[in-house]
């Protein structure tokens, strides 16, 4: 059983079951196995912050399940004139747009929207500022499934720019939910105690050792622009070298949400090598959120899904 969600925004509302049945769905999509609509649904990516992977990986996603796209690109909407998410969104329920994939540079934007009660499509966050990125989280989960077959004792560190990554925040909140032990590594100015709750913060080269999973986060050279920043310098502090690769265990796993800054985060040549699963991650990506729109069809009772 899927999540009975009527909209997908955050990870807190995903329980380990709902996980669990989300990657035996997504896994189901990346077999083979087919959606059948009896009716036409329509959809809307509106992102607007730009994106390749969530952007084209949900519209892949969309493609094949045998939903209705309708183009939207928010600078050339009335955006630009000033409406608010809220009236734009209003807009396109109102066509008859039944759901809205949207990524939004506001913290929680979903938040009001979903509790004002007037909107009659249904939302999925593609991501929200510094706060949730669920089909990323997903995804990840099913990238960890598909190499463990299973969370509970799992060691996983998620290294670099924690306060403002919504990738370590729904990944924590799920990961120590199933049972996994979460760490957390990087520059101590990019790191919030309101992560305490989730895991420990740690040293790199010290827990690297002992853990099964290595989760790098992109370094975000648009937030540290004017901060003195030096990708060398972060590259060899807190960056997998090949060096601190060595440390790991053989049979552990480096994962990164992309896109990758090569020679900043981790060695160019690790991005692709045998212990990386970043590839692996992005074709997963899109049938977990095939996996993620069919709950929401079914919750919605949209397409006339059997």
Request: glycine share 8%.
């Amino acid at each position: 059983m899927m999540t009975k969600q009527r909209n997908f925004t955050n990870m807190l509302d995903v329980d380990q079951d709902e996980a669990l049945a989300l990657i035996q769905r997504a896994e189901e999509y990346k077999h083979g196995a087919q959606l059948r609509l009896a009716e036409p649904v329509y959809v809307v990516n509106a992102f607007f912050e730009n994106s390749t992977r969530t952007h084209t990986s949900f519209e892949m996603a969309e493609t094949k399940l045998g939903l209705t796209q309708i183009a939207f690109n928010p600078a050339a909407s009335s955006v630009s004139k000033g409406e608010s998410l809220h009236d734009t969104l209003l807009t396109l329920d109102a066509l008859g747009v039944d759901l809205a994939v949207v990524r939004h540079p506001e913290d929680r934007y979903y938040e009001p929207l979903v509790e004002g009660g007037d909107l009659g499509l249904a939302l999925i966050n593609a991501g929200d500022g510094s706060g949730e990125h669920p089909s990323q989280s997903l995804l990840d989960l099913m990238t960890i499934s598909e190499e463990f077959g299973h969370f509970a004792g799992l060691r996983i560190v998620i290294c670099g720019d924690i306060a403002h990554s919504r990738v370590a925040r729904s990944n924590a909140e799920i990961l120590q939910r199933l049972g996994a032990h979460v760490f957390f590594a990087g520059p101590e100015d990019w790191y919030s105690h309101d992560f305490d709750r989730l895991g420990t913060y740690t040293d790199l080269d010290a827990v690297l050792p002992t853990v099964d999973v290595v989760m790098l986060l992109r370094v975000q050279h648009e937030r540290h622009a004017t901060t003195g920043f030096s990708a060398d310098a972060y590259h060899e502090h807190y960056g997998l070298t090949h060096g601190r690769a060595a440390l790991m265990q053989q049979r552990a796993i480096i994962m990164h949400p992309g896109p990758v800054n090569r020679g900043v985060e981790l060695a160019s040549d690790l991005v692709q090598g045998r212990q990386s699963r970043y590839v692996q991650q992005m074709r997963n990506g899109v049938f977990m959120r095939m996996a993620m729109i069919e709950s929401v069809l079914r919750a919605n009772q949209l397409g006339g899904i059997e």
